[in-house]
């Protein structure tokens, strides 16, 4: 999987639905079809729903979303096209290299990223909140200090599934050893 980082924000009108076991969600691509630009809950108000005429990168992202959830793989190598910050995209590369199963705090991504003393954790949540590319760029494997799932922007319904479908055992949206 590559990540590039688009010079603009990438406003793409045709939109895709993956019917998910977590519900729709909407997918985008660059205008040349050579990145996914988004992975997102919901529909835009200038978006379009496209039922028919799929791109070859959206019938592969979707292949590896029914692996993903059927769990006959547990990464994902379609690329990805983003745009945000340097912050922003240190945060998005840093949350790519989560591997299936594992989670990190939002201050070990801090740690990871910056040499800065003082904690940057809350921006590290702030940029983990602008990612639009949900479940690839696994912001969901991103969890409070004291394992709490924290803000998701599905909400944490599906935090807690795709954490579950992942082999975490939680409790009152809290991973338990």
């Not at 039922?51 to 029914?66: G, H, Q, T, Y």
């Not at 290299?97 to 940057?120: C, E, H, M, Q, W």
């Not at 709490?148 to 807690?160: H, I, M, S, V």
Request: hydrophobic residues 35%; proline residues 3%.
């Amino acid at each position: 999987m590559k990540i590039i980082r688009l010079d603009k924000k990438e406003d793409s009108k045709k939109a895709y639905i993956y019917k998910s076991p977590i519900g729709d969600l909407i997918i985008t691509s660059d205008d040349d079809c050579q990145y996914i630009t988004s992975l997102t809950f919901d529909l835009n108000d200038n978006q379009t729903i496209i039922k028919d005429e799929e791109p070859s990168i959206i019938k592969r992202v979707k292949k590896e979303l029914d692996n993903y959830f059927s769990k006959n793989s547990r990464t994902f190598t379609v690329d990805l096209g983003v745009y945000g910050t340097d912050f922003q995209y240190n945060v998005w590369i840093e949350t790519s290299k989560i591997p299936f199963g594992k989670v990190l705090t939002y201050s070990d991504i801090a740690r990871n990223i910056s040499d800065k003393k003082g904690s940057i954790s809350r921006a590290v949540g702030t940029a983990e909140g602008k990612n639009s590319i949900a479940i690839i760029i696994p912001c969901h494997r991103v969890v409070g200090s004291n394992r709490r799932l924290t803000g998701y922007a599905g909400g944490l319904d599906k935090k807690e599934y795709l954490l579950s479908h992942e082999g975490f055992n939680i409790v009152g949206f809290k991973i338990i050893p």
